[in-house]
């Protein structure tokens, strides 16, 4: 199973909601992965978990904050958003792994994303 | 900051033309790895290149890294259809970590 699943597909809500992005997968992948997309733009990294830990978190705001339950499951919580985080937001894993003490890349398996809508 | 260009950053063809597109980093990559996204879609992992030099090939598509291991390229051969969407290349974000900074990507069109 190389499937990444995220969950909603859509996702449209007020400024004052709170919501929450899920984000799967059974690869026994250790890195987990959050991606913002504007349209026309490449993927923006917003967070890295290793090993259920947060290692990057690249400026993103606090109204994004994103939770590990599991090395499966990753979640991507929502609060008082604005109109201008309205994007694609992707979810990726991959193998995390060390070699000589230094992190191996690995190619990363994408989800299908959640389409927010931020109104 | 480091940047990853890629240009054209779009390109129509004729189906059976072929088609490149160059990827440029600010610094070296210790490998660089290619994605390609179809329109409504998510990246999906094409290749990846670690040596100075090398060259991979995939049916159509041929894929090099360049000696100083700071460009990327990335050639169809005689385009299809099936070969539309976004082809984005990505290099380690920081040197030792594991993750991802994507170029800026190049929209190809094939017109049937």
């Known amino acids: 199973d190389t499937e990444v699943t995220q969950t909603p597909k859509h996702l449209v809500m007020g400024m004052t909601n709170k919501k929450s992005l899920k984000c799967e997968q059974h690869m026994g992948h250790r890195a987990m992965y959050w991606y913002k997309q504007k349209a026309k733009k490449p993927p923006e990294l917003m967070f890295v978990y290793s090993y259920e830990k947060l290692s990057i978190n690249e400026s993103v705001p606090s109204r994004f904050s994103p939770e590990c339950p599991n090395s499966s499951l990753l979640n991507l919580h929502l609060h008082a958003l604005q109109p201008e985080d309205s994007a694609l937001y992707l979810c990726?894993?991959?193998?995390?792994?060390?070699?000589?003490?230094?992190?191996?890349?690995?190619?990363?398996?994408f989800g299908p994303g959640t389409r927010l809508t931020v109104t | 900051g480091q940047q990853v260009m890629q240009i054209p950053q779009y390109q129509h063809v004729q189906e059976g033309e072929d088609f490149t597109t160059y990827c440029n980093s600010s610094t070296t990559l210790s490998n660089i790895q290619w994605y390609k996204q179809r329109p409504g879609g998510h990246p999906v992992f094409l290749i990846q290149l670690v040596k100075s030099g090398e060259v991979k090939k995939q049916k159509r598509l041929t894929f090099q890294f360049g000696e100083a291991k700071k460009n990327s390229s990335l050639h169809i051969t005689a385009t299809q259809t099936t070969d539309v969407g976004t082809y984005f290349c990505a290099g380690p974000y920081l040197t030792g970590a594991n993750n991802l900074f994507f170029g800026t990507g190049t929209r190809l069109t094939v017109i049937p």
């Open positions: 990726a894993s991959s193998q995390d792994q060390l070699a000589g003490g230094r992190p191996v890349i690995y190619e990363q398996y």
